[in-house]
T-cell receptor, first 112, second 108 residues
């Protein structure tokens, strides 16, 4: 049982480049989330999805896009990377209600 | 007002003492409340969740929820140096929102 898998674990981007952070879960969870965590800070919600085909913005969506074509996958797209997007990104999934959220191992992104 | 707030740290307690971590939330319709522990450079890991008013105990950890006051706390009894980490409060309201975290240091 793999849980939530994020790739890559580390990435260095140049300003203006684009990339996709991958997130896959094998637990058939409806809810999936993308967070960013800056040093010494909590998790800020970027985007979330309540099911395939449904996505919505969180607290800090600017500069990011997501899609949810399947229940399993919830990729996060960065267009025109900026130094302000240097952060650790976490993907999480939850079945819903009073249940545990499962986290991926995180992606450490540096934009230079 | 931020959706989820936590007492500012860092919090330092001696080994064997009780550590008390506090969290308040703004959405009165929030249903589920979680405490996560996060070690530096690692993913958050669930300590416990609570959704009914009152206390919930799991080993050395006790979560307390007061929906009328929109307050949830975590008590760690017999604190150990291995408990030194950042503790994140999370709330399910319209989505799954985290507080800024409280850094706890347990001194040997």
């Amino acid at each position: 049982n793999a849980g939530v898998t994020q790739t890559p674990k580390f990435r260095i981007l140049k300003i203006g480049q684009s990339m996709t952070l991958q997130c896959t879960q094998d637990m058939n969870h409806n809810y999936m989330y993308w967070y960013r965590q800056d040093p010494g800070m909590g998790l800020k919600l970027i985007y979330y999805s309540v099911g395939a085909g449904i996505t919505d913005k969180g607290e800090v969506p600017n500069g990011y896009n997501v899609s949810r074509s399947t229940t399993e996958d919830f990729p996060l797209r960065l267009e025109l990377a900026a130094p302000s997007q240097t952060s650790v990104y976490f993907c999480a999934s939850i079945q819903g209600g009073n249940t545990e959220a499962f986290f991926g191992q995180g992606t450490r992104l540096t934009v230079v | 007002q931020k959706e989820v707030e936590q007492n500012s740290g860092p919090l330092s307690v001696p080994e064997g003492a009780i550590a008390s971590l506090n969290c308040t939330y703004s959405d009165r319709g929030s249903q589920s409340f979680f405490w996560y522990r996060q070690y530096s450079g690692k993913s958050p890991e669930l300590i416990m969740f609570i959704y009914s008013n009152g206390d919930k105990e799991d080993g050395r950890f006790t979560a307390q929820l007061n929906k009328a006051s929109q307050y949830v706390s975590l008590l760690i009894r017999d604190s150990q140096p291995s408990d030194s980490a950042t503790y994140l409060c999370a709330v399910i309201s319209q989505n799954f929102v985290f507080g800024p975290g409280t850094r706890l240091s347990v001194l040997p």
